[in-house]
């Protein structure tokens, strides 16, 4: 995003944090593009990623009162929304239970998914990287920035934690 679409979207979110509807559909005209492409790569599925799409603009409305009035990249804020829509939509009935369907070698029918005590089974640094990746939608880079971990090892230790945890080879 240029500087001068960055400063429309920010004071586009400032006018929606204080209740002015007009200020949604500029919000919406600058961010869903992009927003829309985070969900269809978390989510697989164009009518998914719609899904939440809309969840997350209906959110950022209901909730508009919380919106930061400055000092935030708004971006990563609708796109954190976005992510936890997402997270919702997997992790809810309407899945199917294919809540790893994304993973390669994901287990099939009748395999046991990863659940709690699975992510207890974690070292404290792996649950970690994964809530950060997955659940606050934190960037390799930005978990590897945190926690001083190479971006390389990260990257490797969350593809490991999925392929062992999806039933993968370890």
């Known amino acids: 995003m240029n500087s001068g679409a960055r400063e429309q979207l920010n004071d586009a979110m400032r006018a929606l944090g204080q209740g002015h509807a ?4 500029q919000v919406f005209a600058l961010t869903s593009p992009k927003i829309y492409g985070k969900l269809a790569a978390l989510l697989k599925s164009p009518e998914l990623a719609q899904h939440a799409l809309t969840g997350t603009y209906l959110r950022l409305w209901k909730n508009h009162a919380s919106i930061p009035a400055s000092g935030c990249d708004y971006m990563h804020f609708i796109a954190a929304i ?3 829509i997402a997270v919702d939509i997997r992790f809810s009935d309407t899945s199917d239970g294919e ?3 994304h993973v390669p070698n994901a287990p099939s029918d009748g ?6 005590s699975a992510l207890e089974e974690l070292s404290e640094a792996d649950r970690d990287m994964l809530t950060a990746a ?5 960037s390799i880079e930005q978990i590897a920035s945190r926690t001083g971990v190479p ?3 990260v990257r490797a230790r969350l593809a490991e934690i999925a392929r062992r945890k999806s039933g993968g080879a370890e």
Do not use: G
Not at 22 to 25: D, G, V
Not at 111 to 116: E, G, K, T, V
Not at 134 to 138: A, R, S
């Open 82 to 84: 976005a992510h936890q």
């Open 151 to 153: 971006v390389a090892d």
């Open 22 to 25: 007009e200020a949604m559909k």
């Open 99 to 101: 809540l790893l369907h």
């Open 134 to 138: 997955y659940l606050h939608f934190e």
């Open 111 to 116: 395999a046991p998914h990863m659940d709690m």
